[in-house]
């Protein structure tokens, strides 16, 4: 293969996978959905980071795996108080941030 045919594959890959995640972002606003529905769909995003995240816990730091929990435990409180998902994730990673600056 060529680099023309190499930044045309890389293309076409692109297209294939931006796509799906393009059309439900324009697709939303016309859809309207039930209270369920739309509860469920909020929850989303907590429940992927937690997913995400939880594997990760408990190999954070080998030596004192309390850094991972009390980080784990930090975003999950602002979880359940229903903060952002980024605003989660933010202080988590600064509690654990303070936490090697200090121990």
Same mark, same amino acid.
């Given at each position: 293969?060529? $680099?023309? &045919?190499? *930044?045309?594959? =890389?293309?076409?890959?692109?297209? !294939?996978?931006?796509?799906?995640?393009?059309?439900? /972002?324009?697709? =939303?606003?016309?859809? #309207? %959905?039930?209270?369920?529905? &739309?509860?469920?769909? #909020?929850? *989303?995003?907590?429940?992927?980071? $937690? @997913?995400?995240?939880?594997?990760?816990?408990? %190999?954070?730091?080998? /030596? +004192?795996?309390?850094?991972?929990?009390?980080? @784990?435990?930090?975003?999950?409180?602002?979880?359940? #108080? #229903?903060?952002?998902?980024?605003?989660? !994730?933010?202080? $988590?990673?600064?509690? +654990?941030?303070?936490?090697?600056?200090?121990?």
């Amino acid at each position: 293969m060529n $680099s023309t &045919e190499y *930044i045309l594959l =890389i293309l076409g890959m692109t297209l !294939v996978t931006y796509i799906p995640r393009m059309l439900p /972002a324009f697709l =939303i606003d016309k859809m #309207r %959905f039930g209270a369920k529905s &739309e509860k469920f769909l #909020r929850l *989303i995003p907590y429940t992927a980071i $937690s @997913a995400l995240v939880f594997p990760g816990v408990f %190999f954070v730091d080998g /030596a +004192n795996p309390l850094i991972g929990i009390i980080g @784990a435990l930090t975003a999950g409180i602002l979880a359940w #108080r #229903r903060f952002p998902v980024i605003a989660c !994730v933010l202080a $988590s990673i600064a509690v +654990n941030f303070l936490q090697y600056s200090f121990l």
